[in-house]
């Protein structure tokens, strides 16, 4: 079974930045798009960020700017880089690999990491 475990969640003042991880096993990770979702406190899961095999990035509207997703082919990991964090953006962050290029129904979920931004 492939598995995907996140690192690097916490607590933030508003305007602080913080770095999520995501490590894949490589059955996962080659071949398929890694990004992220994430569901705030009371409301339904909803995307952040996606990159494909082929390294396009897609983000959220609401990130506006804010975010970078990255990976490493090398280490199967991937990362998103939150900066100028919100207290809106208080949510669980999942890592999540999907077999197609639309990011629209991931195959593979994390556990979550918790993200909590303070105003």
């Known amino acids: 079974q492939g598995q995907l475990v996140e690192s690097g969640g916490g607590l933030v003042q508003a305007g602080g930045s913080l770095r999520l991880s995501c490590a894949a096993s490589?059955?996962?990770?080659?071949?398929?798009?890694m990004g992220w979702y994430r569901q705030p406190p009371g409301k339904q899961r909803e995307l952040v960020a996606f990159?494909?095999?082929?390294?396009?990035?897609n983000y959220a509207n609401f990130v506006a700017g804010r975010f970078t997703i990255s990976k490493d082919n090398a280490k199967s990991t991937v990362s998103l880089q939150m900066n100028s964090l919100k207290p809106e953006d208080t949510a669980v962050y999942y890592c999540?690999?999907?077999?197609?290029?639309?990011?629209?129904?991931?195959?593979?979920w994390g556990q979550g990491t918790q993200v909590t931004v303070s105003s």
């Open positions: 999540a690999a999907d077999r197609g290029s639309r990011f629209v129904s991931p195959d593979y």
């Open positions: 490589i059955g996962i990770f080659s071949g398929n798009s």
């Open positions: 990159i494909t095999a082929g390294g396009n990035t």
